[in-house]
């Protein structure tokens, strides 16, 4: 059981920073209560199409602006045209205190862009950067429900060197400096292995950026 060993903070790159277990089982509750409403609109939960014209597997939906690939808009063009949730202060001032959490100073960490990523048990996601932003601001990342496999590569290609990293409920990780246009991808999630109590089946991501757009 591996769920015995002590899980603790690491720094797998410069930048990077993994805490595990930081939200507390009611933070997730109200994060999950929140995501649900979230997804319900005004702009649903969707699928983004990707520029192939394929669907990725993991449905997404965005506070602040509205992202799809690969650009962010304040109306919803591909799921609706609805005008995108309000990015709610209470989530700015969890992403300080998680930058803070990390890095031991907030800095001036202003995130205006959350993207809420659902997985369902056979939902996956593919190496890629994220550059649509234009801020070299960090990006929090805060995991809830089933446990993943986080692959977390490297600034030059999408292959290797990678660290393959198990991200499980109430875990934070940020990526910062050298770190933050680093591939990264989900390899697989672990159904069933979320906490029953937060009544949620899948995964969800919650990423706060800064686009430094206007
Ligand atoms: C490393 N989400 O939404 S979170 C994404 O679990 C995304 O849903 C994944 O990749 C998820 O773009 C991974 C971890 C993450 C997020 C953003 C990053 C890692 C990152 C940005 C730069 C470097
Ligand atoms: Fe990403």
């Not at 277990?21 to 319900?40: F, K």
Request: proline share 7%.
């Amino acid at each position: 059981m591996d769920s015995l060993l002590p899980r603790e903070r690491s720094d797998p790159a410069p930048g990077a920073v993994h805490l595990p277990g930081w939200l507390s089982r009611d933070q997730q509750l109200e994060l999950v209560v929140a995501c649900r409403e979230w997804a319900a609109g005004p702009v649903p939960m969707r699928a983004a199409r990707m520029p192939n014209g394929s669907m990725m597997s993991v449905k997404t939906v965005c506070l602040g602006w509205h992202w799809q690939p690969y650009r962010y808009t304040r109306t919803a063009d591909d799921a609706g045209g609805g005008q995108v949730a309000e990015f709610p202060d209470w989530l700015a001032e969890l992403g300080r205190n998680a930058v803070a959490a990390a890095y031991g100073d907030p800095g001036y960490y202003a995130p205006d862009a959350a993207l809420i990523n659902f997985y369902d048990a056979t939902a996956a996601m593919g190496m890629h950067q994220d550059k649509d932003e234009r801020s070299a601001a960090p990006v929090v990342s805060l995991s809830i429900g089933d446990s993943c496999i986080f692959r977390f590569g490297n600034t030059e290609t999408r292959n290797k060197p990678w660290t393959d990293v198990a991200l499980e409920s109430g875990d934070l990780f940020v990526f910062g400096g050298a770190s933050r246009f680093a591939y990264h991808g989900v390899l697989k999630t672990h159904p069933g292995t979320g906490d029953p109590a937060l009544g949620l089946k899948g995964r969800l991501n919650i990423t706060l950026r800064e686009t430094g757009l206007a």
